[in-house]
């Protein structure tokens, strides 16, 4: 018996480990004391970690297929639900159990946790992402897109003191649900159409056709998704949920809930969709090409303006997601492999950001830039969490975002759209602006506290336990190993060349088919060998810090404009921009039934009318 | 006449969201939401359907008698209980914002703007 | 936005989104005409290899159980969710200890006003008359549902039913009498925890998670359809202890959660 066939049995207990242990902690809510909810909740996780990494080390030369109930498909039509463990999904799993693990020992300083109600639902969310990376049934996608929704409107809700918790989670499980039905929707028309729920299936059967009932489908599940993924001009919900959520659970939905969502669609394009569109794919390109560019810009300019540490963060992962549907827009394994290596970046960065806010939170018991000015003087050595964080969101190397981008970079070039490094450069420069700006003022007590009058305040009370005057560990520890990981990580050999496997693999929808319907065993697919230049991207990234220090700089300088003539066009956008975010459920799912519409006609339109 | 029902469908999603944007009571939107979600239903039941197939059980009936898909019945069984759990979560918090703002118009709710 | 130009907004979007939804269900299969092939492959198949005559049931809990684990799991969450975000509040305290006693605060204190005039007799009888066959018809619809219509789900609603009704008839107390929440907790984890263990018995003794492993039985027998009625069972507690505490919490905060600082809101 091999490693793999070995291996295989072990496929479900992603799933299957964090919901038993979530069953038993809620069984015994009042008997378990609290450090043994702890402990049970972080073996769990490790356990997960740990068949995901096993899971990987079994797919690295080939891929493998497992059906529950042991409902293999016959003459290639799917009775069952299956898993499709390749490389990429096995990564984006660790990646996400490695967030839950941390979410987990920083809350170990959580002051009030209820029982064991905030573990089970933390294990329930890592079940749904866990099933959602590997799953290759496109209902089964549905069922742990909303597991994930259900665990994660609680958990955002967490704080029912505070009545803004109460409206971002609100404003959040609805724009989501509704996300939610759309995906529905699409499912079911494709039901309609081929008779199938496998992925795999589905897509065979679609073959090349794409009429109207496909194409309709696809822009269905697109907005359900980018609704998760907080894609212009359906993120209004994010910023109001992840300002309000507790910082282990805004680790987790910034860090890598987000871009689920992008991945979904990666996932139900290469899968099912990349036939059909074959013929159309500058359509798509231009499509979603423009929607990133747009969502990239808009959460860096708004992330600029807030003084809401927990805001500010909110919108750069906004602008970072953006980035991704980028790099995904390109439809190239290239690209792909580097959209991955962004998500992992990314994801340990801004993890370890909201930490530094959960820190000053912590410590202060404020996680308002203005207020925080220069009381964190004597704490240099947490601030260090922000500076990396900074360099990360810029893309300088040798992080794991440079590696993306330089991927993404280089299947731009491919394709004629040599101006995608400057927009990771315009975005990377003013999130990380913003970032060094909350440094400058918190750590280094520079500029004043007037300058930033526009952003909102939002009061926010303590999470953690005293005593407040020293900084814990478990909180400290997680930050600087995630912030170093992302650089450290970078420097594994091979990374970039598992990156883009993983991404081919993934991308090869043939070879997927012939895996999952007929019992194929099919090693993986590999990117051929080549050399790329690193120069754009090296320009792009450098630009991005410098640019960003001088803006910062200059935000905290007595130059920075207060009240002049100059500065009246950029408030006037600004304001504009933010009355657009006005916390109104009613103005979101306006603009969620706008943006779908004008997806579909867009789309419709270059496909039928333009042949694209 | 036979794309009817899917209309059906289409026209509850369309209605339902209506009633979500313009509610002014977060009770109201939650059951303008779940409006939304019957569209669902429709839907798929509609997808399965038949002409004169009997229902996927076949409790003293032989197999091989047509029947309506048994598939889709599956999947809004699945719905509905996505439906009954969200509407609970939902209206708790709605609870909650009432018992902390003494409102339940989201036009008076502004705190998150910006 | 206003909320006059909201509806104009979103009504000019709403027109193009009913065009964008319309438009791609023009292209579908008419309606009547369903062409499978899934559902006609498991109509054919699922009663000779499952011995199940509720194709529904066998698509739910043996072909697609994977999903109803993950479906199982999305109630759970949600009841862990709901009983999370309507627990007292630090200001608040849930139990009588007579502080209500302050008109001032009773003033202030919705839950007061909440109270519904006692039951009627007759309303009484009737519903507690109804207890017993409720409990028994839950359990007949979980135990059948590899044979008719229902099964963990629906079967698990029907017993959430009993305490309500005992809620309707008498008080609030009699109520949480009946429904220790420490039981009712446990009864629902293990639901949860029964489904993820039968999962896990069939990975070793079949070979794959939630494989078949135990005799199929007789079609049309009560028990028959192999794991299909173990899972029904876990299916119906947890269904039927989730919506017992969603009543429970649901009740109690509507009820009884009081102000703790008086006169302060």
Known sequence: MSLSSIVAHITALPVATPLGTAAVLAALNKFLPRRMADTLAILATLVTLFTETLLLYSVRSQPFVYWYGGWAPRSGAALGICFVIDPLSCALAMLISVLVLVAFVFSLRYFDSIGTMFHVLVLGFLAAMSGFAFTGDLFNLFVFFELMSASAFALCG?????TTAQQGALNFAITNTIGAFLVLCGIAMLYSRTGALNMAQIGRALGQQSDATVITAFVFLLVGFYVKAAIFPFHFWLADAHAVAPTPVCILLSGIMVQLGVYAVARVYWAIMAGPFAAHRGALMSLLLVIGTITSLLGAIMCFGQRHLKRLLAFST??????LVIGFALLDPHALSGVALYVAGHGLVKASLFIGAGILLHRYGSVDELELR????????????????ALGLAGVPPNLTFLGEHAIDHAATLVHQDWIPVIFAFSGAITSAAVLRVYGRVYLGWGDRESLRTGKQIP?????AGPHHRIPAVMILPAFLMVIAALGLTLTPKLRRAAETGAFTMADTAAYQSRVLDGAHLPNTFAPPGQTALTPTLISTSCAIVFGLLLAAWSLSPLWPKQDVIVRPFKLVMGGLRSLHSGHVGDYVAFLTLGAAAIGI????????FGM | MSLFPYLVAAWLFCIGLYGVVTSRNFIHLVMCLAVVQSSTYVLLLTIGYRIGGMPPVFAGVPVGTPAVDPVVQALMLTDIVVEATVVALLLSLAVQVHKGTGTLNPDHLRELQG | MNPRFRRYFFLISVVAFFGVFAWGLHDLPPFGHYRGPYGDILNHVAVYERHATDVVTAVNFDYRGFDTLGEESILFMSVIGTSLLLRPQKKETDNNDGKADNSLQRDLDESERRRAPA???AARVLTLALVGPLIVFGWYIVTHGQLTPGGGFQ???ILATPPLLVYLAGDLKTFKRITRQEWVEAIEGAGIFGFVLVGLLGLFVGGAFLQNLLPLGQTGSVISAGTVALLNIATGLAVSGGFVQLIYVFLEQTLE?????QGGK
């Open chain 1, 158 to 162: 967490y704080k029912n003191e505070e």
């Open chain 1, 318 to 323: 906004i602008s970072h997601t953006g980035l």
């Open chain 1, 374 to 389: 220069g009381r964190a003087q004597r704490h240099h050595f947490s601030g260090i969490v922000f500076l990396l964080g």
């Open chain 1, 460 to 464: 926010e009370e303590r999470e953690t």
């Open chain 1, 602 to 609: 867009v789309l419709g339109l270059l496909i039928r009318r």
């Open chain 3, 119 to 121: 039951a009627s007799d």
């Open chain 3, 155 to 157: 079967g698990g609603v």
């Open chain 3, 257 to 261: 959660v009081k102000l703790r600082v």
